[in-house]
């Protein structure tokens, strides 16, 4: 929410490690008899005689359980930054189209990642056909700035999904920036508790809240935090006229999530860590990527600007059979698709055909379980995958 919203939120902790402003992000205001953070509110309308003025009039307009949670992601995206805005949507596709078809018009031409979230080519086609050019570029190397010229807006997916490749945001934003190009990153694998693109120099931060954000697969969501107040407002009129705003629960449930954020980014950035080192002593392992794994390609430029690498880690095995042999072993690891969330989840991603992956391409999903259990079950599914 803007900084005219009450409460003591986590403004007043601006200052604090990010374990103290995960708990107490978005927060308002003690009020004598009322609970830390208020219920769901679940309403279609709110009363409201005579002139029909805000906050609260219509549900897919604004909702109080809205505001407490965008107030948090605020904060913790921003810290200490009152002029930015954040608004919240039924999953990160909805925040993502937000910000395109808001902000993009006919004749305009817009930079994407390459190897970027596998919807990104069905937004390209939606694009082209309003006829909004479309250019291409990988993330690794910071390819994108090749292809900035004329462009009205950068989307940077960085580290990008499922690849892991990162950029860096910084230098990109410069060189949109002084070609006129607002710039937008999809912060969705790293949280904002792993980088923070608008101190960075993005205008805006996206994110599908649906992985690590609220980390317990039960719900979608998605956000764009943005500082340039025209550029927001038209991000809203958007949600507006689609409508893709999320229910009460599922707001009030990612904000409830918040609380643990810290403690489970951590936990689960160290499980990933010790994942990718047990795999990278396995000849059958190829092109492990995971960005806190020093020698990794992403590791400099991660180090940079990175506070936390995540708990995405990739590697190909030989062949597709060999990789569906290795899921089916695995016990402490689903076989399910997103990630970001407390149980491990792993997924051959070739499955889906949309990401330029080879066959044997795994992305691993690293939990909250204990390191040794994640390490001793991946290293046996590797030895029952090979027979
Ligand atoms: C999952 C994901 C999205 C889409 O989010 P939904 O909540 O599934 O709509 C966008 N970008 C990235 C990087 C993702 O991983």
């Not at 056909?129 to 994108?144: F, H, L, N, S, W």
């Not at 690849?163 to 190009?181: K, P, T, W």
């Not at 409508?243 to 980014?265: C, D, F, K, N, V």
């Amino acid at each position: 929410m803007s900084g005219s919203a009450t409460g003591d939120g986590g403004r007043g902790f601006t200052d604090a490690g990010d374990g103290t402003r995960a708990v107490r992000a978005g927060l308002p205001e003690p009020v004598r008899h009322e609970p830390a953070l208020p219920g769901p509110v679940f309403a279609a309308h709110y009363h409201l005689p005579g002139d029909p003025t805000g906050p609260y009039t219509y549900g897919r307009d604004e909702n109080p359980t809205w505001t407490l949670l965008e107030r948090a992601i605020g904060e913790l995206e921003a810290p200490g930054q009152d002029d930015v805005e954040t608004l919240v949507f039924a999953s990160g596709m909805a925040a993502i189209s937000s910000v395109l078809f808001s902000q993009l018009r006919t004749g305009d031409m817009v930079v994407l990642p390459g190897d970027g979230y596998q919807v990104l080519p069905l937004v390209r086609a939606q694009l082209e056909a309003y006829g909004i050019e479309v250019r291409t570029a990988p993330t690794g190397g910071d390819a994108q700035l090749d292809v900035l010229d004329g462009a009205r807006l950068l989307w940077i997916e960085t580290p990008s999904n499922p690849g892991l490749d990162v950029c860096d945001v910084r230098r990109l934003a410069e060189a949109a920036h002084a070609r006129g190009a607002l710039v937008a990153v999809d912060n969705t694998l790293a949280t904002p508790l792993g980088q923070r693109p608008l101190e960075l120099g993005a205008d805006f931060s996206v994110a599908s809240g649906t992985k690590q954000l609220t980390g317990h697969g039960d719900i979608l969501l998605g956000y764009v935090t943005g500082r340039n107040a025209e550029a927001m407002a038209a991000v809203r009129r958007w949600r507006k006229i689609v409508g893709a705003i999320p229910g009460p629960m599922e707001a009030w449930l990612a904000h409830r999530s918040l609380a643990t954020l810290q403690l489970r980014a951590d936990r689960q950035h160290a499980n990933a860590l010790a994942v990718a080192e047990a795999l990278r002593e396995r000849p059958e392992v190829a092109g492990l990527r995971y960005p806190g794994l020093p020698g990794d390609p992403s590791h400099k430029v991660a180090s940079q600007q990175m506070r936390r690498y995540g708990c995405v880690v990739s590697f190909t095995l030989p062949t597709r059979a060999r990789a569906d042999r290795f899921l089916g072993a695995l016990r402490l690891v689903d076989d399910a698709t997103s990630f970001g969330g407390v149980r491990s989840t792993a997924e051959r991603r070739g499955r889906w055909g949309g990401d330029a992956v080879p066959e044997g391409f795994i992305r691993l999903s690293v939990g909250a379980e204990d390191a040794e259990d994640l390490v001793a079950d991946v290293l046996r599914a590797l030895d029952a995958a090979a027979q």
